[in-house]
């Protein structure tokens, strides 16, 4: 998607350790006419699947997620990264490494949110490592719906997660794909 790598050359901020900071669209604030573009471009995507829910982890997926739900006319799910009293006992859990903290927490969804009967879009803002598309795939695999694939706004390709899972049949479509992040701020993307 020309227009999210345009921004991402305008606004995106690289950090040592190969992270991207976003945070004037889409990780602090938020550009909601933007995100919406982002959101019709998943719908463009995946229209055809007969999506009934779409699945994402707090909290900067939510934004995408939320777009691309109105577009589809399906709820979104958001998996929780913290157990509070708020959330029923009656959950799938997954254990996942975060790659931006360095440090490993459990996600949950309650089971009434997500079922068998359902064809569940994963959508994230970032796949690096993949382990929180591992971890909402697990998830996935415990509720028996069925994966119609991922939309991930921005991968980093550079990094394992994209070739990994593809490479297990999961169909993933990403808006923009960096092939390189230099630590001098400089970056390219993959021809798509
Ligand atoms: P993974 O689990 O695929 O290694 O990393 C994906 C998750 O880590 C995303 O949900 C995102 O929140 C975060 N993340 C990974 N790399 C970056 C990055 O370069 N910039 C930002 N802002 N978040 C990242």
New binding site residues.
Partial sequence: MRALEEKILKDGKV?PG?????GSF??HQIDVPFMKEIGREFYRLFRDEKITKILT?ET??IPIAVMAAAEFGVPVVFAKKHHSKNLADDCYVAG?????HGNDYEARVEKQFITADDTVLII???????????GLLKIIDQSGAHLAGCGIA?E?AF?A?GKRLRGQGIRIESLAMIAEMKEDGSLAFVEQ
């Fill in positions: 950090f190969g992270v991207l900071k976003v889409l990780n982890i900067s997926g996942i490494h975060s790659y931006t994230d803002d970032f796949l690096a490592n993949g382990a929180a598309l591992d921005i980093k990094q997660g």
